[in-house]
C-alpha cells in the first residue's frame, strides 16, 4: 500500500524580500512540483531515495528512526543532514508517525529539473507535513525559516496574495487570468548567485523607512493584480524592479545581462538566481536563445489557467 502526496512548484513576481516584514506578495503556483510516496518499511527506518525529473537519483539513504528523535549534530550541512533535521522537527510536532511505524519506504519524484529552483525544499516541507500531518508552515518555521509564501504556493493551484501578519501567513486567492498571458515568458538563467549581499544590503536600507516601502510594495501589487493590459502590467512591474534595485543596491537583470531587451524583465524572487519574467509585444524566444539562454517557457506551460 502506497500513499501519495504532492505540492506545487513557486514563483514570487512582487514582494521580494519585502515579504518577511509584512509586505504583500503576489505569487503564481507553477504546474511543476514534487511527489513523496510513502510505502511500509521496516527495522525502524526509513530507506529513502529521490529522483530528479529525469528520473535520475540524485540523493539515496538509510535514515534510521534514532537519528531522526535525536537529530545528531554533524561538522557540515548534508543533503542527509538537512533532511535528518527536517523529519525531527516533524516528530517533535507529532511524534506518532514514527511511534505507530515499523519503517517506511519513501521516494520524491520532481516534475522539474532540480536546477531549476522552482521550489525543491518547499515541495518537500509541505508534503512531509501532509504524510506527518503537522502544520507545514510551523515546520518551515522550525526548520528553514523564510517567509511562507512558497508553502502557501505548494497548497494552492491559483495565484494568492500573500503577506504575514504578526508573523501568522494570510492567503488570498486572486482572480489572475490576463487576457496578456502570451506576452509573457519564463527565462531560465542558470545563474545560482548567493543571495547573501543582497540580504544585507536590504537589512541595511529597509529601515530607512520600511512603512513607505511596504506601502508603495503593496500599492504596485495590487496594480499588478489589476491590470488590464500587458502594458500596464509591464510598467508596474518595471517601477518595482527598479525601487528594489536601489533598495538592494544591486543592478536590475535587465541592466546587467539584458539592456538590449525590447520589453520589461522581472526578476522572480531572490534576485540573481533562476528565473525571470520576460514581458514583450513580441517573442522573445529568439532573443534569448542567441544569448545561450535556452530554457524559456510561456506562462501556459508553467502557470495553471
Same mark, same amino acid.
Given at each position: 500500500?502506497?500513499?501519495?502526496?504532492?505540492? #506545487?512548484?513557486?514563483?514570487?513576481?512582487?514582494?521580494?524580500?519585502?515579504?518577511?516584514?509584512?509586505?504583500?506578495?503576489?505569487?503564481?503556483?507553477?504546474?511543476?512540483?514534487?511527489?513523496?510516496?510513502?510505502?511500509?518499511?521496516?527495522?525502524?527506518?526509513?530507506?529513502?531515495?529521490?529522483?530528479?525529473?529525469?528520473?535520475?537519483?540524485?540523493?539515496?539513504?538509510?535514515?534510521?528512526?534514532?537519528? !531522526?528523535?535525536?537529530?545528531?549534530?554533524?561538522?557540515?550541512?548534508?543533503?542527509?543532514?538537512?533532511?535528518? %533535521?527536517?523529519?525531527?522537527?516533524?516528530?517533535?510536532?507529532?511524534?506518532?508517525?514514527?511511534?505507530?511505524?515499523?519503517?517506511?519506504?519513501?521516494?520524491?519524484?520532481?516534475?522539474?529539473?532540480?536546477?531549476?529552483?522552482?521550489?525543491?525544499?518547499?515541495?518537500?516541507?509541505? %508534503?512531509?507535513?501532509?504524510?506527518?500531518?503537522?502544520?507545514?508552515?510551523?515546520?518551515?518555521? %522550525?526548520?528553514? &525559516?523564510?517567509?511562507?509564501?512558497?508553502?502557501?504556493?505548494?497548497?494552492?493551484?491559483?495565484?494568492?496574495?500573500?503577506?504575514?501578519?504578526?508573523?501568522?501567513?494570510?492567503?488570498?486567492?486572486?482572480?489572475?487570468?490576463?487576457?496578456?498571458?502570451? #506576452?509573457?515568458?519564463?527565462?531560465?538563467?542558470?545563474?545560482?548567485?548567493?543571495?547573501?549581499?543582497?540580504?544585507?544590503?536590504?537589512?541595511?536600507?529597509?529601515?530607512? #523607512?520600511?512603512?513607505?516601502?511596504?506601502?508603495?510594495?503593496?500599492?504596485?501589487?495590487?496594480?499588478?493584480?489589476?491590470?488590464?493590459?500587458?502594458?500596464?502590467?509591464?510598467?508596474?512591474?518595471?517601477?518595482?524592479?527598479?525601487?528594489?534595485?536601489?533598495?538592494?543596491?544591486?543592478?536590475?537583470?535587465?541592466?546587467?545581462?539584458?539592456?538590449?531587451?525590447?520589453?520589461? !524583465?522581472?526578476?522572480? &524572487?531572490?534576485?540573481? &538566481?533562476?528565473?525571470?519574467?520576460?514581458?514583450?509585444?513580441?517573442?522573445?524566444?529568439?532573443?534569448?536563445?542567441?544569448? &545561450?539562454?535556452?530554457? !524559456?517557457?510561456?506562462? %501556459?506551460?508553467? !502557470?495553471?489557467?
Amino acid at each position: 500500500m502506497k500513499t501519495t502526496f504532492y505540492s #506545487n512548484g513557486k514563483l514570487l513576481i512582487t514582494g521580494e524580500y519585502l515579504v518577511l516584514d509584512g509586505a504583500k506578495a503576489f505569487a503564481l503556483p507553477t504546474k511543476f512540483g514534487q511527489n513523496l510516496i510513502v510505502a511500509k518499511g521496516e527495522n525502524n527506518e526509513i530507506e529513502w531515495k529521490s529522483y530528479d525529473a529525469n528520473d535520475t537519483v540524485w540523493f539515496e539513504d538509510t535514515i534510521t528512526f534514532a537519528e !531522526i528523535i535525536d537529530n545528531p549534530e554533524t561538522e557540515t550541512e548534508t543533503i542527509k543532514s538537512t533532511l535528518i %533535521n527536517i523529519l525531527h522537527e516533524a516528530y517533535v510536532l507529532n511524534p506518532d508517525f514514527l511511534n505507530d511505524s515499523d519503517g517506511y519506504q519513501i521516494s520524491t519524484q520532481l516534475t522539474f529539473p532540480k536546477n531549476w529552483g522552482l521550489g525543491t525544499s518547499s515541495t518537500l516541507l509541505n %508534503n512531509i507535513a501532509q504524510w506527518t500531518k503537522i502544520d507545514a508552515f510551523t515546520l518551515l518555521k %522550525n526548520s528553514f &525559516g523564510g517567509s511562507g509564501y512558497d508553502i502557501a504556493c505548494a497548497q494552492n493551484n491559483t495565484p494568492i496574495l500573500y503577506h504575514l501578519q504578526q508573523d501568522l501567513p494570510i492567503i488570498e486567492t486572486v482572480d489572475f487570468d490576463p487576457e496578456f498571458s502570451q #506576452n509573457l515568458h519564463f527565462v531560465y538563467l542558470n545563474k545560482k548567485q548567493s543571495s547573501k549581499a543582497a540580504i544585507t544590503a536590504y537589512y541595511n536600507n529597509k529601515n530607512n #523607512n520600511l512603512a513607505k516601502i511596504i506601502a508603495n510594495n503593496d500599492k504596485i501589487t495590487q496594480t499588478v493584480i489589476q491590470a488590464k493590459s500587458g502594458k500596464e502590467f509591464a510598467k508596474a512591474l518595471a517601477i518595482h524592479e527598479a525601487e528594489m534595485s536601489n533598495i538592494l543596491e544591486m543592478q536590475t537583470i535587465k541592466e546587467r545581462l539584458f539592456p538590449d531587451f525590447e520589453g520589461v !524583465i522581472k526578476s522572480l &524572487g531572490a534576485w540573481g &538566481g533562476d528565473f525571470v519574467m520576460a514581458i514583450s509585444k513580441d517573442d522573445p524566444t529568439e532573443y534569448f536563445t542567441n544569448k &545561450g539562454y535556452e530554457t !524559456i517557457l510561456t506562462y %501556459n506551460e508553467m !502557470i495553471f489557467t
